[in-house]
């Protein structure tokens, strides 16, 4: 079975410093993973998305992440953090299998910004 | 505006009572998912549907269903509903062939149930 495993519940930066949260992944097979934000009160954005064109990948908002396969990781980062970053990220996996299409969601980490 | 429409926005109901949650994907969409987020389960994949047809089948109730119509809205129906249904409803579509890649969400039912 595939899962995702946020290692941080709760993540403070102060406004300008990088943003790093934490996501393992375990999967029998060669998984999707997507990273998502949710701020308060409002719906779910993707911020990037894994496709195995490159273990680097790009998404909205200077935000980046790394697939990397022996440490099973694929950790969301940001050079430097905004107060409009603050909200909860979920990091995600799909099992590409059988056409799956469910998507299985982390805990959360909620980020906050220190002015 | 996602283009993926969930009414209404927000339902206040009492115990025991049933609701309708609609989804409108967005338009070219032939797939329809439904999550549950709740406090204590996080959120969950509920159930997906595509161009009418049930396609796969998550941590659903027995006591909540859904279906998809030919103009391939969707509805999930809660039905004797308790305390801990309390939870914000996500809809989201998807395009053919994109599957988990082209997901869109909607912005939520707020269920409460007192």
């Known amino acids: 079975a595939q899962s995702v495993t946020q290692l941080d519940s709760h993540v403070s930066v102060s406004e300008g410093t990088p943003v790093l949260l934490r996501c393992n992944y375990s999967?029998?097979?060669?998984?999707?993973l997507f990273w998502y934000v949710q701020h308060p009160n409002k719906g779910l954005q993707l911020l990037l998305k894994?496709?195995?064109?490159?273990?680097l990948v790009k998404g909205i908002n200077g935000f980046e992440a790394e697939f990397k396969k022996s440490e099973t990781s694929f950790h969301l980062t940001k050079p430097s953090a905004h107060m409009s970053d603050a909200a909860e990220y979920f990091c995600?996996?799909?099992?590409?299998?059988?056409?799956?299409?469910?998507?299985?969601f982390g805990t959360g980490t909620r980020l906050t910004i220190i002015p | 505006d996602s283009g993926v429409t969930q009414t209404p926005k927000h339902l206040i109901t009492a115990t025991g009572q049933r609701v309708t949650l609609r989804c409108s994907p967005r338009?070219?969409?032939?797939?329809v998912y439904w999550y549950q987020q709740s406090l204590d389960q996080g959120l969950q994949f509920l159930i997906q549907?595509?161009?009418?047809?049930?396609?796969a089948k998550g941590n659903i109730l027995e006591r909540f269903s859904a279906q998809q119509f030919p103009d391939l809205h969707s509805e999930l129906n809660l039905s004797s509903l308790e305390l801990g249904d309390s939870a914000l409803y996500f809809c989201?579509?998807?395009?053919?062939?994109?599957?988990?890649?082209?997901?869109?969400f909607g912005s939520g039912t707020r269920l409460t149930v007192v």
């Open positions: 995600v996996v799909s099992d590409r299998r059988f056409g799956n299409e469910k998507l299985t």
């Open positions: 989201a579509s998807s395009a053919p062939q994109q599957g988990a890649y082209g997901y869109t």
């Open positions: 549907y595509y161009n009418g047809e049930e396609r």
């Open positions: 338009s070219g969409d032939l797939s």
């Open positions: 999967s029998s097979y060669s998984p999707s």
């Open positions: 894994y496709t195995s064109a490159a273990t």
